[in-house]
């Protein structure tokens, strides 16, 4: 299978599904928000992490930043190349968490949102059509919640990947309910769930597992057959329940002793994630969680041959996920990368503007400065590119401008009442600008960004 990321449709033009909305739901993919341009020295930048599914890639990468501006800066080099993604970001529980060592306890990471849940689904929006972008043709998504979103998230899944994406709905028994849980005036709360999603409905890899059927199970027609075969509700049947030590699918929360316990509040199973990447990708595939906390999906991927790629915003998260992969007994080459602050916290480099285009950082002397030009977010681009016609042939023999650049100024020019004689003169020619718009337009291309949320279809005075 070709994975090539140019073969990859990013956006899905003119879909139809409901959409959730909320107040001041960002326009698209909080597309028009411009996104934390990559800083000069970002890491992500300009180092591929995978030029081909044949090839070794460079080591394995764990990054310590936000996600955001990580997966909007590897969109131009992995867009189409992750075989398997699986996130547990914060549930939006409004709880704080710690990470517990020895005798003292550190902040991991709070999940508290300004505007409660519409702030909580306003960080994530953005960071899922990203994820999406990333995915190879054949990968999968997994997103580990518990009821306090998961229906929410379900929505806003069904418009970012279709909802002929949708797999299933796997509902984890956490163990069994003790102590407080077990007092509630209530039904005792026992699951979370985890939305199974895949770039394409039908093509997807999948390997079948099976759970050991329990001691005396006789088939008829004799013979003990594969085993069991895994439900979408796990750890709740009797063969599942018989599983011991680390294959138990219990949360390790709730076992007092389990060697996989870093002391990381959040921690998941091992065992689950075993079954999520065994099923959900191949040997050599390249796997990412972009909220890995303590790095349970990095270590299992590890140990089942695959390469993989990890984010956390927190320190301690950081710490403990390096500290992991390192005790494994064997691992493969990885690096720890910080990611460089966005360039707009950093101070500006004295007497000269900092003006960011598109993925770079421009540094112009004052007596040259450009007028300020409002780059396309990376995310945005990674929606749009795919809908854009081809390049045109030069005719000059000069580079024909870039369609990011006429993305940029048709925006510009939508966002500021569609006058183009006011566009700032940063963008490049108004009149050569336009000839690529009235082409855009001519070809159905203007229609197909607005269906993806790209542009607002406000009228530019053409
Ligand atoms: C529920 S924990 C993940 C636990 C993990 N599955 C494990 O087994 O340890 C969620 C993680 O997301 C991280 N996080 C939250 N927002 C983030 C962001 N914007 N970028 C990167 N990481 C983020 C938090 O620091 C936290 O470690």
């Not at 695959?306 to 984010?311: A, E, F, I, S, T």
């Not at 690529?436 to 291309?445: I, L, P, Y």
Request: glycine residues 8%; charged residues 25%; proline residues 10%.
């Amino acid at each position: 299978m070709n994975k090539s990321a140019t073969d990859v449709p990013l956006a899905r033009p003119g879909h139809t599904s409901p959409r959730l909305d909320w107040p001041r739901r960002e326009p698209a993919l909080n597309a028009l928000a411009p996104l934390p341009p990559p800083a000069e020295n970002h890491p992500a930048r300009g180092a591929p992490l995978l030029a081909g599914a044949a090839q070794v890639g460079p080591p394995n990468r764990l990054y310590h930043g936000d996600n955001l501006a990580l997966m909007a800066a590897l969109v131009p080099e992995l867009a189409g190349a992750i075989d398997l993604i699986y996130i547990d970001p914060p549930f939006a529980s409004g709880g704080d968490y710690v990470l517990r060592s020895g005798d003292s306890v550190t902040r991991a990471y709070s999940d508290h949102w300004s505007g409660g849940l519409t702030g909580y689904l306003d960080m994530l929006r953005p960071r899922l059509s990203l994820m999406r972008a990333l995915l190879s043709p054949t990968a999968s998504f997994y997103i580990h919640l518990d009821p306090t979103a998961a229906h929410y998230v379900k929505v806003l899944l069904d418009e970012i990947f279709g909802r002929e994406c949708f797999q299933r709905e796997i509902i984890w028994r956490i163990g069994w309910v003790s102590g407080y849980k077990s007092a509630v005036r209530n039904w005792a709360r026992n699951h979370d769930t985890i939305l199974f999603y895949t770039r394409d409905p039908k093509t997807f890899t999948f390997n079948k597992e099976y759970v050991p059927h329990l001691p005396g199970y006789s088939r008829r027609g004799g013979g003990e057959g594969r085993g069991h075969p895994i439900e979408d509700v796990w750890n709740a049947n009797a063969a599942e329940a018989a599983l011991t030590g680390p294959e138990s699918l219990d949360s390790i929360q709730i076992k007092s002793f389990s060697k996989e316990k870093t002391g990381y509040e959040t921690q998941k199973n091992e065992s689950v994630l075993r079954r999520i990447i065994a099923a959900s990708s191949n040997p050599g595939d390249l796997v990412a969680d972009f909220f890995c906390g303590s790095g349970t999906t990095l270590a299992v991927a590890e140990r089942l041959g695959r390469r993989w790629l990890g984010c956390d915003s927190g320190a301690p998260a950081l710490a403990v996920t390096r500290q992991r992969l390192l005790s494994l007994e064997t691992h493969s080459a990885f690096e720890v990368i910080v990611l460089a602050e966005p360039a707009e916290q950093r101070p500006a480099p004295p007497e000269a503007d900092a003006v960011p285009v598109c993925n770079r950082t421009v540094t112009a002397p004052p007596s040259e400065r450009p007028e300020p030009v409002e780059p396309v977010p990376d995310a945005l681009w990674a929606l749009a590119q795919p809908l854009l016609p081809p390049e045109p042939r030069r005719r000059t023999g000069r580079p024909p401008l870039g369609a990011r650049q006429v993305l940029a100024a048709l925006l510009y020019v939508r966002r500021h009442g569609g006058r183009w004689s006011e566009l700032p003169r940063g963008y490049g020619s108004a009149a050569v600008i336009r000839r690529r718009v009235r082409a855009w337009e001519e070809a159905g291309v203007l229609e197909r960004l607005e269906a993806a949320g790209v542009a607002q279809p406000r009228d530019p005075t053409l």
